[in-house]
């Protein structure tokens, strides 16, 4: 694929992602505690791994296989984002403690498609258009992003532990999270994977690249504000000075 068809893909991407945001403000993905049996239902584990496993396999098929000439930059850029989705494909899945919990496979087929795009997207450009020479590393936006990358990804998979260890082996109801970033924010775990990926659109500092940003917004942000709202509708003492994202801001 040349570089101007590419790049005519990702703002035709982009446009995507600003149609879906408002829509998603008004639409609950049925999904986790907002889950409704919609259609084919398919185990939570196994719905995570399925969904998820593109956007891992795809970037490091096309960035191996891609023609650019590989730097010490681009292999720290593959190795980041590779963590990420080493945990999220398999590491997270197999500790969630939600047996007898399914989702609607028309979520996870929606998912997969997003997956996708942001696999091929990411790993393409990087893989064949991408030019960074070690000089970059000593950039303002690879020190500012990756310190961004790193930050969100430690309160991502922390407040993801904590969820998961203040649920015993057989419970399935909810609880009101405390410690860490839940003294602040609704859904620290949304909050860690926004500041994240921001961090990622900063440090490789390209439209590609950038476009995933947008999109972790455009999906994550409504879904945060989903968990929120469920929050102070399920328990009154719901903590009211505690925001749905953003620490004091949202």
Excluded: C
């Amino acid at each position: 694929m040349d570089i101007s068809l590419f790049y005519t893909l990702v703002w035709i991407w982009i446009a995507v992602a600003v149609v879906v945001f408002p829509a998603a403000l008004f639409v609950t993905a049925p999904y986790g505690r907002h889950s409704k049996n919609i259609g084919v239902m398919i185990p939570n584990r196994i719905a995570w791994i399925l969904m998820e496993s593109p956007s891992l396999f795809l970037f490091m098929y096309f960035f191996i296989t891609g023609s650019a000439e590989k730097t010490i930059v681009h292999w720290i850029f593959f190795a980041l984002f590779s963590m990420h989705y080493i945990n999220r494909t398999y590491i997270w899945p197999l500790k969630i403690r939600s047996k007898g919990k399914k989702m609607p496979l028309l979520i996870v087929l929606s998912a997969f498609g997003f997956n996708l795009m942001n696999g091929f997207i990411n790993g393409y450009f990087l893989g064949n258009f991408a030019i960074y020479d070690i000089n970059w590393m000593w950039s303002i936006p690879f020190i500012v992003g990756i310190s961004l990358f790193i930050f969100g990804f430690v309160i991502n998979v922390r407040s993801d532990n904590r969820l998961i260890s203040m649920r015993k082996d057989g419970e399935t109801g909810y609880k009101i999270p405390v410690g860490g970033f839940f003294e602040y924010v609704s859904s620290p775990n949304i909050f860690g994977e926004i500041v994240e990926w921001l961090g990622w659109g900063i440090m490789t500092w390209s439209l590609p690249t950038l476009s995933f940003s947008i999109w972790t917004v455009a999906n994550l942000l409504p879904r945060a504000l989903d968990h929120h709202k469920w929050y102070k509708a399920n328990f009154e003492e719901y903590p009211k000075e505690r925001k749905a994202v953003f620490p004091r801001i949202l």
